[in-house]
């Protein structure tokens, strides 16, 4: 079998009406796929504005909008339905992909086992994390066993880093975990779009250093630690700025928390690319992520990286060299921590710089079509599994 001979049906919890790190990562997928001749069938929930165009055919399952306060802009599948399953019946799958471990995944991984079709699950978020953030940690464990279970039905798993497969085995989700990393566009991420009128405008002087906050503005992406952070430097009177690039539900929030804060919003594209070259530091202390594609652009863009030392962010940032990685803790002492590797970055411009550079350099190595490639090869061996074992 080659890359040809593939008709992947690919399961999504969100393909494209709200866009984060995980659904470009899909659509990008979809378009090496579909450009090296595979057939490619998308199963996720439609509205009537997406964030953006969907790469390949979208086929819409049965779906809410979430029921979780200030979350409302997304959608849960609620399973497959009789015209989901005549569709698939139809396009006649011979690997299936799921991307999320919603009620619709459920429903498809039942499916394909009873038609003997192989399996590749990937892990784009640690969703047991998630109940902390909104008053419900107790639910973690429940929410781990349950991911658990489903993730060792599948054939195998892809995650994007070293990190959150060593977390992934240690939590006993799966034996057969590969790599499926996350490239960068360097047409978009680079130190030469660094606009110094762009910041004037959005009230940063040249001498100011703006520590960067870029991700959607969700209680989930750390944003407590981040304010708390900020407030420790401000009481250290150590000299800086914020900036901060995204939006979402919890920006109210975000803006009583950081008084002084330049909020730009949602930005997408080359404006992307500007406003984050145009900042001078990132911080990312998030420990929800898998990967940290943010992380990556950030550093793309020729800037350190302060970032919690959890799955992500630790197999992409090299501690002391390209930026600094905080050992995450429920206490005030992450916030300290954070707060005291920031600290040299906002007032030594060499130190600053040359992490800078080293972050650039590193952030190189990331190509795109090498990293979907790495995808296709895992399915072609499912099946090559699949054959020899009769």
């Not at 708390?228 to 250290?236: A, F």
């Not at 007032?347 to 995808?375: C, F, K, M, P």
Request: net charge neutral; aromatic share 8%.
């Amino acid at each position: 079998m080659n890359v040809t001979d593939l008709r992947i049906a690919l399961l999504s919890g969100n393909y494209n009406y709200t866009r984060d790190g995980a659904n470009q990562a899909l659509n990008r997928l979809a378009e090496y796929l579909l450009r090296q001749g595979a057939k490619l069938r998308v199963y996720s929930p439609k509205v009537e504005d997406p964030d953006f165009e969907a790469t390949g055919d979208l086929v819409n399952v049965p779906n809410v909008r979430m029921p979780i306060k200030g979350r409302g802009e997304y959608r849960l599948p609620l399973g497959l339905g009789s015209k989901v399953r005549e569709d698939l019946a139809r396009f006649a799958p011979n690997t299936m992909h799921l991307s999320s471990p919603d009620p619709s995944a459920h429903k498809a991984l039942k499916w394909a086992r009873s038609n003997d079709i192989p399996v590749l699950a990937s892990v784009h978020t640690r969703f047991e994390t998630y109940p902390r953030y909104y008053g419900l940690g107790f639910l973690e464990p429940v929410i781990e066993s349950g991911l658990r279970r489903f993730y060792n039905r599948c054939d195998a798993l892809v995650a994007p880093s070293e990190s959150q497969i060593t977390e992934l085995k240690a939590q006993g989700m799966h034996d057969d975990i590969s790599i499926w990393s996350r490239g960068v566009d360097r047409d978009v991420f680079d130190p030469s779009k660094r606009d110094m009128e762009w910041r004037r405008a959005n009230g940063l002087a040249d001498d100011d250093v703006a520590i960067v906050f870029l991700g959607r503005l969700v209680m989930e992406k750390g944003l407590d630690v981040f304010a708390d952070t900020i407030v420790e430097l401000r009481r250290r009177q150590v000299p800086h700025k914020v900036l901060v690039i995204g939006d979402g539900p919890a920006r109210g929030w975000f803006e009583k928390a950081l008084p002084g804060g330049t909020f730009v919003g949602f930005q997408t594209g080359k404006d992307l690319g500007r406003a984050l070259a145009s900042g001078d530091i990132f911080f990312n202390p998030s420990i929800t992520e898998t990967f940290g594609n943010v992380t990556l652009e950030a550093m793309a863009c020729g800037l350190p990286v302060v970032a919690a030392g959890a799955t992500g962010a630790a197999s992409l940032v090299k501690d002391g060299a390209t930026g600094q990685l905080v050992t995450p803790s429920k206490t005030d002492a992450f916030a300290k921590g954070c707060a005291e590797a920031l600290a040299p970055y906002c007032t030594d411009d060499a130190l600053r710089l040359a992490h800078g550079a080293a972050g650039e350099q590193a952030a190189r190595a990331y190509s795109w079509d090498a990293i979907n490639q790495a995808v296709v090869e895992t399915y072609l061996r499912l099946h090559e599994n699949r054959a020899a074992a009769g």
